[in-house]
């Protein structure tokens, strides 16, 4: 079946440096995107991506996070001068179309990100 | 905001019981509700869909029901069996155009043999 994955499965990192996760979604889906979730927190939304642009974005997505599709099968989350309460476990997923027409998406495994 | 309210205690269920899992939402209802599992250390996944004009779903062992007038959702598995052991994740799908769905912090099953 197939599936959404993502690098790094764990990355550490210093306070202030910069991270990219990465994520394949699946080959035939259009939308794109990234939630997070915080040690024994609720899942939460980051932003989604269409067509090459963000489609929508939460709070939490500020000027510190950036998304990119760099070529045809990549999906990517950029963290900039990353802060201790970055530390997550970040989670991409794909649809097949948008999700608001009561689309199913799917959930990659996710990368844990620990800033120290 | 939506706020999601599940019971964020751990639920024992005895092998072979029908395990039931809650789900309550304020403000307005969602245009569907969604229910995944999420294994320790490892992405959700999708188990039911469920739309507001919908009052029940079923999948093999599980079934959702959507009470708009209650603002709830009740997720059941039935034949429970250990490997049902997981957290179970409600979500809700604002609609109006809105792509990012709304968690709750999801309820810790356990079957014991």
């Known amino acids: 079946e197939p599936e959404v994955t993502q690098t790094p499965s764990h990355q550490v990192t210093q306070m202030g440096q910069e991270v990219i996760l990465r994520c394949v979604p699946i080959?035939?889906?259009?939308?794109f995107y990234w939630y997070r979730q915080i040690l024994g927190q609720k899942v939460e939304f980051l932003v989604s991506?269409?067509?090459?642009?963000?489609?929508?974005k939460s709070e939490i997505f500020d000027d510190q996070f950036s998304v990119e599709r760099p070529d045809g099968s990549n999906f990517t989350l950029k963290i900039r001068s990353t802060k201790l309460e970055d530390s997550a476990m970040y989670f991409c997923?794909?649809?097949?179309?948008?999700?608001?027409?009561?689309?199913?998406?799917?959930f990659g495994e996710g990368s844990w990100l620990t800033v120290v | 905001s939506q706020k999601i309210e599940q019971n964020s205690e751990a639920l024992n269920i005895q092998e072979g019981k029908t395990a039931t899992l809650t789900c309550n939402y304020t403000?307005?209802?969602?245009?569907?509700l969604q229910w995944y599992r999420q294994d320790p250390g490892r992405g959700p996944v999708f188990l039911l869909l469920?739309?507001?004009?919908?009052k029940e779903k079923r999948k093999e062992r599980l079934k959702v029901t959507f009470d708009t007038t209650l603002k709830q959702s009740l997720f059941h598995i039935t034949a429970s069996q250990p490997a049902d052991s997981a957290t179970y994740l409600c979500a809700l799908d604002e609609g109006g155009g809105a792509d990012g769905l709304t968690f709750g912090k999801g309820t810790h099953l356990i079957i014991q043999p």
């Open positions: 080959s035939n889906h259009l939308y």
């Open positions: 991506f269409y067509n090459n642009e963000i489609s929508e």
């Open positions: 403000n307005y209802s969602p245009a569907y």
């Open positions: 469920i739309r507001e004009n919908e």
């Open positions: 997923a794909s649809s097949e179309r948008r999700r608001t027409s009561g689309n199913t998406i799917y």
